[in-house]
Structure formats: structure tokens, C-alpha cells
């Protein structure tokens, strides 16, 4: 069975030697931490997942939620495990010390749910959903709300959620048709049905807290009349007590993965009391939302990176211990079988994994400290980085998403027919993995969001600023032996996608939007595939120099990074001409083909 889900040395040489976290601890706002309170906190979360979650992590999967009429019992692990969490001060982690957090940078949080997440990836996100809802709530609520709502949530025995989709209201947000009708009572009537909201409902917390989107009666149609509320299962009455708050839960899906979690379906309002206390101004909940949900898409790619290193690590292990037929020149069948990671097609399938996982983790780990690095800055600085991490943003989430199901798929590969049986966790990895492409915005959404508003917003200041990044990683490493051609292919495939945006931007001057935005999922692909090449070049700089110092790391970590970098550069990256020439050729042909060519 497999043992290992990640790999602490690769995890300390991103945050240290790629991304070098400790330039964060300069700062005022990050004082307080150093290499050694990192190391300290690493090492307790590495306790948690051991401890808590990857015992229980295929358990999880063969005995999901039940719904019992009126709420969800889901396994028993759940609660001491979410109480763990909030003892140990990780569901208000990243709060400011004067809301009661710890001031603890994104990039350190993240490195932490990544452990979390490759343990096991249904547990870890029950207390995530509620830190989540908790920064909604102190960004927004008045203090008499978060008064009421933010400490029991911090104790973990209030779980929050998300709570935005409903059965006509998917991707298309604009859509929620949820009422809120207002009382002069300090409080909305809330009037509607979610669905697909996970945490939902559920045993292991005392109440629920929803941040729910819906549309006050009477405000304007679109995405311009949705505001934001605290709809809780239960409301603390007069006396202090809880009472049932008209939130009924009438399901709970059944679900391919990630099914130690549950996703409920909600009816608010079916007997005409369920109270909803509006967060900041009315009107403004989709914009508010955002800042929970562009958080919660760095969030996705990292659950899609740990599944997949998890995976990884399993399939790792066994190509190491499973023996099968013989080097190729060898035709003596009275020789010992030899293990499969001697042959070279089972390498290739490990190396592609690698590429996938640690190229992700580390731009995930990038993005948090984006996030850390804006806190602190000023002026046109914070701007540009700003602009980095909007541009950023969907691929965060995407790259790590569909090529988590590719790199899990691998994993299954390496296991041969014993991976696609459940006596193996590599087949519950590619099911767990397979969500992350749909929730919190769909691929398809992401491309339109990348090459509609990332792509054109304040005249490609995104595209320069990124642009600007990735510049300096191809002009550091264009000075160093060993990395100039791999500097050399990067820059000639960024000026590939310069010329790609270009041409898909004609078609939005000439008002031709439904064939700008034809193509963007794949226009997203190809730019994913830059961004981690990108991120791997920076992983071969640091590599080379960790190399240069008497390193913990070891030659072989180092030399085997460096290997990555070379499959991604030969392997990878050369997809971006294929893609080139798809957006190229197709005319955005799609847009001519009409319903009924499906006709059979
Ligand atoms: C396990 C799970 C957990 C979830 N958790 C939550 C949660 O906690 N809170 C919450 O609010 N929601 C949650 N969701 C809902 C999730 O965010 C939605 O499923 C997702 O946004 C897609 O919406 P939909 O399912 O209605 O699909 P649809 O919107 O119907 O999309 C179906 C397909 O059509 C495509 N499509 C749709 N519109 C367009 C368009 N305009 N242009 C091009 N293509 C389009 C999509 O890309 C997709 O491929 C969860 C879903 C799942 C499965």
C-alpha cells in the first residue's frame, strides 16, 4: 500500500530555494515568522495528515455522507479532525492578529493545505470552506455579524460555505434566482433552492453558515442586482439558543470522487422564515464573492496538485517494487525480472507525472506569495502585482486541474491493470481529481475569463505585467550554462502566444465576440503550458544554484529536477505549436456549427 503522498524535500525547495518565502519575513506584516517557525509549522501539519487524514482517506471514499431525511452524516473522523484544525488556530491562520488570526502568509498557509489536500482531499476541505466564509464575513460584515458568526467558526462548530449555484444558475451566476425580500425587522426574507453546495449540511458541525448569493426583490436583472447574505441553518434566538432557521437540506448527490465530502442540495424559505443578513452594500455580492472565489480557484489547483502528487508518490512506489520482464536487450528468460522503472516508457510516464505536480505545486505556491507580496505593497508595485495574479488566476486553477486528471491517469498507467482496481488508491485519485476542472468555474469559464477579461483588461497590463515576469526569469537564465536553450525555447513560445493573442484580438475589434471567444479554452491550454514551462525554468535556476552550495537537497534531487525541467522543455512545452496551429486554423468554426449538425 502506498505510504507516501508528497515529498517534504520538494515542497522546502519551492518555498525556499524557488520562491524564497524568507523574503516575505522582511516585512512588518510577517515578522514574527522565519525559516524555523516555517519549518515547525510544516512539520505540524505533516503530523495532522499522517495522524488524521491519510488513514482514513480511502474509508472516506467506500463509506461517503448519508442523508438521512433532514441532515448528512458523514464519517466519523470528520469532527475531532475539524476540531484539531481549529485548536491548532488553522481555520483563522491567515487573519490579522487583530481579528484573532495569526498573521500567517498565504504562501506558508498553502504549502500546508497541500499536505492537508494530498492526504486526504476530502477531509481538508471542511475547515477550508469555513476559513473562506470567515474572511467574507470579517471583509464585509458589520461587527455586531462577525461578532455573532466569526467565533464559532473559528472554534470549528460552525461550518461555512459557498453557497452560489443553483439548479438555472450554474456557470451563469447572473442568473441566481434566489429572493431576499426585505423586512424592517434588521433582516431578508430569503426565498429559493441552491444546489451542489458543499459542506451543505452535515453532522459533524453544531450549524451551518451559508454565504449565499440572492437577488432583493425589485433589484435590477444580471449580475448587477445580486447581493450577499449570512443565511444560517440554525439563528441564535433572543435567548441565546439556537433555532431552526427555515434552511432544509433535500439531498445530498452521489458522487464519482471526492466523496468523503458532502454536496447537498438547500430550500430556503419553504415555511416562510428564513432570515438572511445582507453583507455590505446591496447589489454588490457577485463583486464580493469574487474575493473568496479567486482565493478558492488558487485553492482548486492546489487540491489538483496534491491529488496528483499523491498519486504520483503511489505510482512511484510501486514501478520501484513491482518487477516485469527484462531490459530490452536482455533475451535470456532464465534472468530475474527486473522492476518496471527500468524501463524507460514507465520513466517517461513517471517524469511526466513529476512535471505535472511539482510544476503546479510551484506555481501555486507563486500565486500565494503574489497574494503576501500585495498585502504589503504600494502604489503602481501592488498594481503590477496585482495584475500578475488576475492574469494568473484561471491558470492557477486550470493547468493543475486537467492536467491533474492526465497526471493521475499516468499514475494508473504505471500500476497496469492492478491500477484500475480499488485495491490500489490510484484509481480513487484520478475519480477525486476529476471535479476540480468543473467546480468554481468550469475550464470553459476560466478560457472566456482569461482571454475576455484578463487578456483585454486596462489595455494588457495583465499580459505586460506577466510578460514582465517571465522576462526576467528567461534573461536570468539566459546567462547560465546548461539553461540558455531552455531560456531561448520559452522566449520563442512567448512570442508565439503574443501573435496568438494578437489574431484572437482582431476578431474582438472587429465585434466578432462569439468568435474571439471560441477557441479560449484552448488558447487557456496553450498559455497554461508557457506558464509552467516558465516555472520550471525557475525551478532549474534554483536547482543549479542549490547545487553550487553543499545542499540538503542531495545531487540526485537536484539532478532529477533538472531532468523535469528537460522533459517538460522536450516533451511539454512543444504542445504550444500544435495548439498554435489549431487556433489558427479553425476559423473559430465552431461558432458556424449550429445545434442540429448533431442531428444523427
Ligand atoms: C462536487 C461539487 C462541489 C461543488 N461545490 C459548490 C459549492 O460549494 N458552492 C457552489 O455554489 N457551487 C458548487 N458547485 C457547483 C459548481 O460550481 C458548478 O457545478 C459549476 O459552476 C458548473 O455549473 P453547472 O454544473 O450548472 O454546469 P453548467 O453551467 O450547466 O455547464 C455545463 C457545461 O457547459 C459549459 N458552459 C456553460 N455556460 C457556458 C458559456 N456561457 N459558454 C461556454 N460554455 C459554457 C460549461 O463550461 C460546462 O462544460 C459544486 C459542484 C460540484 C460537482
Redesign the pocket.
Known sequence: MATKFYSEKNLKFVLNEVHRIGELFKHERFAEYSAESTQLILDTAKGIANGMMFPVFAEMDKKPPEYTGTTIRVHPAVRPFVEKMADGGWINAVMPYDLGGQQMPLTLFNACMFIFAAANYSMSVYPG?TTGALSLIYLFATKELQDIYAPSMVAGKWQG?????EPEA???LSDVRTTAFPTDKGYYLIKGQ?T???A?EHDAAENIVHLMLARIKGAPAGVKGISLFIVPRHRPGADGKLEFNDVNCTGC?H?MG?RGSP?TQLAMGESDDCRGFLLGEANRGLSYMFHMMNEARINVGLGAAAIASAAYYASLEYSRERLQGRIITEKDPAKPQIPIIEHADVRRMLLKQRAIVEGSLSLVVYAGKLVDLISVAEGEEKTRLEMVLEILTPIVKTYPSEMGIVSTSQAIQCLGGYGYSDEFPVEQYMRDAR?HP????????QG?DLLGRKVTMKNGAAVKALLGEMNATIAAAKTREGLAPYADELEKSLALWQAVMGAAVQYALKGQIDKFLADASIFLELTGILVIAWQWLLQGIAAQDAAKESSAYGADFLQGKLLTMEYFFKYELPAVYGLEKILGASGAMTVAVKPVHFED
Not at 161 to 165: D, G, I, K, V, Y
Not at 438 to 445: D, F, L, P, R, V
Open positions: 470552506l460555505t459557498m453557497a452560489l449555484t450554474g456557470s451563469s441552491k451542489f453546495i458543499s451543505g448527490y458522487k471526492y454536496i471535479i468543473i467546480h468554481e468555474g468550469t475550464t470553459g469559464i472566456m
